[in-house]
Antibody
C-alpha cells in the first residue's frame, strides 16, 4: 500500500519561498513506472496540477507552463521523498497543496494535503 | 490548455435515485489506438484528497462500486451514479490526463 506523508510550513510570507516535502512509503521515488506530482486546490483556481518528477534512466521534470519560472520539484533518493519549492509567492498561491503518485498520468495515491497560507 | 467544463455545478438527488454529471472537453482527448479518451473521474469528500474512480472515461477502478459508471461521446463525458447512497455525497471532478487539467467540480448532495 502506497502512502504519501506531506510536511512543511502552513504559513509563508509574500515574496518568500514555499517549501513542502512528500515522504513515500510502499513505492520508490526512483520507480521506473511512477511519477511524483504536486497539485494544489483553491476556491479561485480549483484543482491545478503544478508539476512532477520521475526517473526513466535519468531524472525528468514537467512543470505547469504558468509556474515554470517559479517552481522546482526535486527527488531525494536517500530519504525516498520529493519536494516542492515555489518562489516569490503571493496571496494568490494560498491553497491546499497535495502530493500524488501517477501511473500513466493517473493520480492514484495522494498525500493528506497541506493548507499553505501566504500572508504577512 | 485543454479546458474541461462540468455541469451542473451542484445537484441534489434523493437517496436511491440517479445522479448524472456532465463534462465537456475543449478538444478531443481520444487515444486513437484504443478508441477511449484520456478522461478520469475523481470523488472528493470534505477534508480528504480526491479519490480516483474511473479511468479511460468508462473503466471503473478496482473496488469502486458498480453504481458508478462513465461514458463518452466525442468530447462529452458523463459520470452516472445509478442509485445514490448517503456515502456518495461529495464533489466530483473530471480530468483529462493527456496533459492534466481538471473540471471545476460538481457537488452532489442529498435532496
Amino acid at each position: 500500500q502506497v502512502q504519501l506523508q506531506q510536511s512543511g510550513p502552513g504559513l509563508v510570507k509574500p515574496s518568500q519561498t514555499l517549501s513542502l516535502t512528500c515522504a513515500i512509503s510502499g513505492d520508490s521515488v526512483s520507480s521506473s513506472s511512477a511519477a511524483w506530482n504536486w497539485i494544489r486546490q483553491s476556491p479561485s483556481r480549483g484543482l491545478e496540477w503544478l508539476g512532477r518528477t520521475y526517473y526513466r534512466s535519468k531524472w525528468y521534470n514537467d512543470y505547469a507552463v504558468s509556474l515554470k519560472s517559479r517552481i522546482t520539484i526535486n527527488p531525494d533518493t536517500s530519504k525516498n521523498q520529493f519536494s516542492l519549492q515555489l518562489n516569490s509567492v503571493t496571496p494568490e498561491d494560498t491553497a491546499v497543496y497535495y502530493c500524488a503518485r501517477d501511473i500513466s498520468n493517473l493520480l492514484d495515491y495522494w498525500g493528506q494535503g497541506t493548507l499553505v497560507t501566504v500572508s504577512s | 490548455d485543454i479546458v474541461m467544463t462540468q455541469s451542473p455545478d451542484s445537484l441534489a438527488v434523493s437517496l436511491g435515485e440517479r445522479a448524472t454529471i456532465n463534462c465537456k472537453s475543449s478538444q478531443s482527448v481520444l487515444h486513437i489506438s484504443i478508441n477511449k479518451s484520456y478522461v478520469a473521474w475523481y470523488q472528493q469528500k470534505p477534508g480528504q484528497p480526491p479519490k480516483l474512480l474511473i479511468t479511460w472515461a468508462s473503466t471503473r477502478k478496482f473496488g469502486v462500486p458498480d453504481r458508478f459508471s462513465g461514458s463518452e461521446s466525442g468530447t462529452d463525458f458523463t459520470l452516472t451514479i445509478s442509485s445514490l447512497q448517503a456515502e456518495d455525497v461529495a464533489v466530483y471532478y473530471c480530468q483529462q490526463y493527456y496533459n492534466r487539467t481538471f473540471g471545476q467540480g460538481t457537488k452532489v448532495e442529498i435532496k
